[in-house]
Nanobody
Framework: QVQLLESGGGLVQPGGSLRLSCATSGRTLSTYGMGWFRQAPGKEREFVAA????????YYADSVKGRFTISRDSAKNTVYLQMNSLKPEDTAVYYC????????????????WGQGTQVTVSS
């Protein structure tokens, strides 16, 4: 069992930045593809970004390309989502997902989930 813990959410003004972190306890993430999803009020959960287990490939939703960057630090068992130029429409609960030896590009393809962290973009 993999337990994922997100952190770094909060309230930020439009145009601002936040960095989300996803860490696991008790198990290495080095063989897991990792991803971020988000769910806004009244909407379905959607894919945001993902990174292959060895870090050599990254994937982004069109809505965040050029603004968000996913990265991983295997030594710290942590995955990050750097979010720049934030917009009000980025407001959502952000979830970390993991898939062993794969890439969590969809909800059905994701094996493990964190509890989520709230990101609110508002002036």
């Amino acid at each position: 069992q993999v337990q994922l813990l997100e952190s770094g959410g909060g309230l930020v003004q439009p145009g601002g930045s936040l960095r989300l972190s996803c860490a696991t306890s008790g198990r290495t993430l080095s063989t897991y593809g990792m991803g971020w999803f988000r769910q806004a009020p009244g909407k379905e959960r959607e894919f945001v970004a993902a990174i292959r287990w060895n870090g050599d490939s990254t994937y982004y939703a069109d809505s965040v390309k050029g603004r968000f960057t996913i990265s991983r630090d295997s030594a710290k068992n942590t995955v990050y989502l750097q979010m720049n130029s934030l917009k009000p429409e980025d407001t959502a609960v952000y979830y970390c997902a993991a898939k062993p030896y794969g890439v969590p590009l969809s909800i059905s393809a994701s094996t493990y989930w964190g509890q989520g962290t709230q990101v609110t973009v508002s002036s």
